[in-house]
Nanobody
Framework: VQLVESGGGLVQPGGSLKLSCEAFGRTTNIETMGWYRQDQGKERELVASITRGGSTNVADSANGRFTISIDNAKNTVYLQMNSLKPGDTAVYHC?????????????????WGQGTQVTVSS
């Protein structure tokens, strides 16, 4: 699975950005897609994730400001970010969680995009 992200950039505080991430390759077994972010010197943290069925998990820091959505037909996940703050500045990475079921076992895989920079500054 390959993940291609787009939509990052520079925005003023209070502004909005929309990130997109399209998955290519063997996408059939993707169960969850989401966004994580990592700022310099900090650990990577979950921003929001969504299952193929539409169940979402949104970090407290993003709740009420960010909305995650998925287009299953396009294998694309979106992150609409509103009311952006300087603290949202980070590299945002797309993630896809793949689960492969066989008779013998269930195997989990994590795939990552290269990341897109989001900078919130006046």
């Amino acid at each position: 699975v390959q993940l291609v992200e787009s939509g990052g950039g520079l925005v003023q505080p209070g502004g909005s950005l929309k990130l997109s991430c399209e998955a290519f390759g063997r996408t059939t077994n993707i169960e969850t897609m989401g966004w994580y972010r990592q700022d310099q010197g900090k650990e990577r943290e979950l921003v929001a994730s969504i299952t193929r069925g539409g169940s979402t998990n949104v970090a407290d820091s993003a709740n009420g400001r960010f909305t995650i959505s998925i287009d299953n037909a396009k294998n694309t996940v979106y992150l609409q970010m509103n009311s952006l703050k300087p603290g949202d500045t980070a590299v945002y990475h797309c993630n896809a969680k793949v689960v492969v079921y066989t008779i013998e076992r269930t195997t989990h895989f994590d795939y990552w995009g290269q990341g897109t920079q989001v900078t919130v500054s006046s």
